[in-house]
């Protein structure tokens, strides 16, 4: 057996590295480490908790807005505060929009050239791709010309030498499949869609006042004043018709772009339909209320956990349940050792036990992660766009029934086939089209509440501190594109006792746990075959499909320049 290491994982946000145990040329055993520390809940120890949602938004440089959302709730809930009607359908476009971005910026930007061989697209026939792009959809964009065009910047890009974007990918795997014409189809629309997520996540810009990291948030609400008849107010008709148009393109690029290319590749990698499987456990927070946001029948993604792939009963979801182990991770707990602890009792107490670099291979049956490991019941769970898809799809959400059925009748398959790599591909598709198809009505509402003198976006109820308990706690919850997202804060004397925040990512990516059970990514690697070790595109292809994000899992990098393991290592 071979020992495979890929560190740093690449097209992530943050740093995360796979060993990999190979065995007839297939995965046999895998580790997950994420490989820096932060330390937000320790920044954020004594501070006002009115303001904990600026800083958590540094978790992470690129899903900020989530920490943010989710901050506040957790805040809110401490201090039995509601927001108003105005003030959710805000939260739900800036948090709808950033899904949308999100999702589109995966598939073509860190997830596609695993699929996408770019030096084969130099040999495609243009008057064959503009055929198979108008064959599938009617965007404007696909004639001959225009695919000529692309192929004449991307052979410019070789033939410099210098390749940029396109930098250390493995062209020429025996592992791609799409025929030349394909890969220049979707090349094009890698590029396509760097244009328009620039111009579509204005949206937050108008809503948030930036991106990333934006800056309207309150406990109590938003700070995006309504008034129809105020030009400088940030929401006014004006406002109205420009994030509406925004609204409008992104429901088109979705349809003609996204999930036409996703429907064109698929079927190409079928068998990828047979790996990847994982868990087979799947957790839901539930959100985007359209009443009130405390609510869960209200949902648009419902709330429920599905186990062992039975999708015949979702369970509901007990906050109790939750704990994180740091068995395996590069922490200390007080108290008994091996015992999880609920992010109300949580501890952020960094300790590096691991070897000194430069080594090797990971101490994997020590501590071998800055990521914990969090679990459901003494259950690891799978969280992200699949788990919303199995858990709306299990529960008859009317939206996600639909289009997981389609999905399933065009591949004449049972919805097992879900429960893979290329199946989260499909529930991520599945969902931005879902969302897309929801922004346009928020903005209506957004317009009926501001004709009906609605304009209330903030309940100023518990601002002052001196109204607040001596002491309280609370949580507030978000799916956030990668998942399901907590964060929990204990309040005491006006200021915050402890600050826990277990992301998307820590659930999937986090190691293995007190009864050494795997994580997500773990357990879907196994059986994944490898055609070549010093090529591993099969294992990015797996990891990938979660979409990472180790900045947010791990909540100060190596300012000592350590050396990273060389990318892969085999006996």
């Given amino acids: 057996m071979a020992r495979l290491v890929v560190d740093p994982v690449s097209r992530i946000e943050g740093h995360l590295r796979i060993e990999a145990q190979l065995d007839g040329g297939k995965v046999s055993d895998a580790w997950s480490a994420g490989t820096m520390f932060r330390g937000i809940e320790i920044i954020l120890k004594d501070r006002d908790p009115r303001e904990a949602w600026i800083w958590t938004q540094r978790i992470c440089g ?12 957790a805040v809110e809930d401490a201090l ?43 040999k495609a026939d243009p008057a064959k791709t503009s055929s198979i792009a108008q064959s599938i959809s009617d965007y404007p964009k696909s004639s001959t010309t225009y695919f000529k065009g692309v192929q004449a910047r991307v052979k410019g890009v070789v033939d410099s030498g210098q390749l940029s974007l396109f930098a250390s990918g493995y062209w020429g795997h025996p592992a791609y499949k799409l025929p030349p014409e394909v890969n220049l189809l979707a090349v094009a629309h890698y590029l396509e869609a760097l244009a328009w997520q620039k111009d579509f996540i204005r949206m937050h810009a108008v809503l948030g006042g930036k991106n990333p990291h934006p800056q309207t948030f309150l406990v109590g609400g938003m700070s995006t004043a ?6 400088f107010a940030v929401i006014n008709p004006e406002t109205i018709t420009f994030i509406r148009k925004l609204a409008q393109e992104a429901r088109k690029f979705v349809e003609q772009v996204y999930i036409p290319d996703v ?37 648009l993604f419902p709330r429920g956990v599905v186990l062992n792939r039975d999708i015949s009963k979702v369970l509901p979801v007990d906050a109790s349940k939750i704990t994180e182990f740091v068995n395996h991770s590069w922490y200390e707990y007080s108290g008994a050792h091996g015992d999880g602890k609920h992010p109300f009792q949580g501890e952020t107490i960094p300790n590096y036990t691991g070897p000194k670099p430069p080594f090797e291979y990971l101490e994997v049956d020590k501590k071998y992660s800055w990521l914990k490991a969090p679990r459901y019941d003494n259950k690891p769970m799978e969280v992200g766009p699949l788990a919303r898809m199995v858990v709306g799809y299990a529960a008859g959400q009317p939206d996600i029934k639909k289009a997981v059925d389609g999905v399933l009748k065009a591949l004449n398959a049972p919805p097992t086939v879900l429960f893979s790599t290329l199946g989260r591909i499909a529930a991520r598709a599945l969902e931005c089209q879902i969302m897309a198809s929801k922004l346009e009505g928020w903005v209506d509402e957004l317009a009926s509440n501001m004709a009906h003198g609605k304009v209330s976006v903030f309940n100023p109820v518990r601002w002052d501190p001196d109204t607040w308990p001596s002491g309280t706690t609370g949580y507030g919850w978000h799916e956030a594109p990668r998942g399901a997202l907590g964060h929990w804060v204990e309040i005491e004397g006006k200021a915050i006792k402890n600050y ?72």
């Fill in 226 to 231: 309504m008034d129809p008849a105020e030009p």
């Fill in 80 to 122: 039995g505060v509601d927001i108003p009607d105005s003030a959710r359908i805000v939260r739900n476009l800036i948090a709808g929009s950033q899904m949308v971005q999100d999702h589109v910026v995966h598939f073509y930007h860190l997830h596609a050239l695993d699929w996408v061989d770019v030096a084969a697209a130099l």
């Fill in 263 to 299: 429907l064109a590749v698929a079927p190409i990698y079928k068998e990828w339909f047979g790996y990847g499987e994982g868990l087979g456990n799947f957790l839901s927070y539930g959100d985007y209320s359209s009443g009130n946001q405390k609510d869960p029948s209200t949902f």
């Fill in 62 to 73: 690129v899903c900020t807005m989530v920490h943010a959302l989710a901050s506040v709730r």
């Fill in 500 to 571: 826990q925040a277990v992301v998307p990512t820590t659930w999937n990516g986090g190691p293995r746990d007190a009864q050494g059970q795997r994580g997500a990514y773990e357990a879907a690697l196994l059986k994944t075959p490898v055609a070549d070790p010093n090529r591993p595109l099969e294992i990015l292809r797996t990891v990938h499909s979660f979409d990472p994000c180790i900045a947010c899992a791990v909540h100060v990098v190596d300012a000592k320049g350590r050396e990273y393991t060389r990318i892969p290592r085999v006996d």
